[in-house]
């Protein structure tokens, strides 16, 4: 279901532990965010794969994504 509407940011993150891109940072959001605000925070994060866990800086990110986009994929059975 598409609202239009964004509802946050999903930040992708290599881990450091394991090197896969399975860390991830959620950032909910009401509206629109400049991209330098979101990477110029600090994350808790840890990894899906390995279970590392820690802090990263948004500029780290090797990608950002709406998540109402994430959640379109999902409902498009990507299994996300």
Not at 13 to 41: L, M, S, W
Request: charged share 20%.
């Amino acid at each position: 279901m598409k609202t239009g509407k964004t509802q946050g940011y999903v930040l992708t993150f290599r881990c450091i532990n394991c090197g896969k891109h399975e860390v991830f940072a959620k950032y909910p959001t009401d509206g629109f965010e400049p991209e330098d605000q979101i990477r110029g925070r600090l994350y808790q994060v840890s990894c899906e794969s390995c279970g590392w866990s820690g802090a990263t800086c948004g500029l780290s990110a090797i990608r950002i994504s709406h998540a109402k986009e994430l959640k379109a994929k999902a409902a498009g059975g990507l299994g996300l």
